[in-house]
Nanobody, 121 residues
Framework: QGQLVESGGGLVQAGGSLRLSCAAS?????MGWFRQAPGKEREFVAA????????VYADSVKGRFTVSRDNAKNTVYLQMNSLKSEDTAVYYC?????????????????WGQGTQVTVSS
């Protein structure tokens, strides 16, 4: 395991799309995406198992966001469609040392520095 570096954040209008990427410097196991809006606690967004066979999503993003991974590139993606103003937050990727998915932030050992997503209404 090593560093996690997110990219792809930015400013987008409501209804638009963004794709976040998380590049890992070493082998990764199960990966997750979390977000934190100003004045709020960090919350779970989506997670994907080591082989990509299992995914789990927060109810608030289900049907709009898709998590995927390319293990050959050590990269995990979060495709965000139909963005809403309430999706505005700093988005973090995180890595577990286990292959199974989890929505619990305390089960993730490694974290990226975060990327800002701002959705204007």
């Amino acid at each position: 395991q090593g560093q996690l570096v997110e990219s792809g954040g930015g400013l987008v209008q409501a209804g638009g799309s963004l794709r976040l990427s998380c590049a890992a410097s070493g082998r990764t196991y199960a990966m997750g995406w979390f977000r934190q809006a100003p004045g709020k606690e960090r919350e779970f967004v989506a997670a994907i198992s080591w082989r990509g066979l299992n995914t789990v999503y927060a109810d608030s993003v289900k049907g709009r966001f898709t998590v995927s991974r390319d293990n050959a590139k050590n990269t995990v993606y979060l495709q965000m469609n139909s963005l809403k103003s309430e999706d505005t937050a700093v988005y973090y990727c995180a890595a577990r040392t286990s292959g199974s998915v989890s929505s619990r932030s305390n089960e993730y050992a490694y974290w990226g520095q975060g990327t800002q997503v701002t959705v204007s209404s």
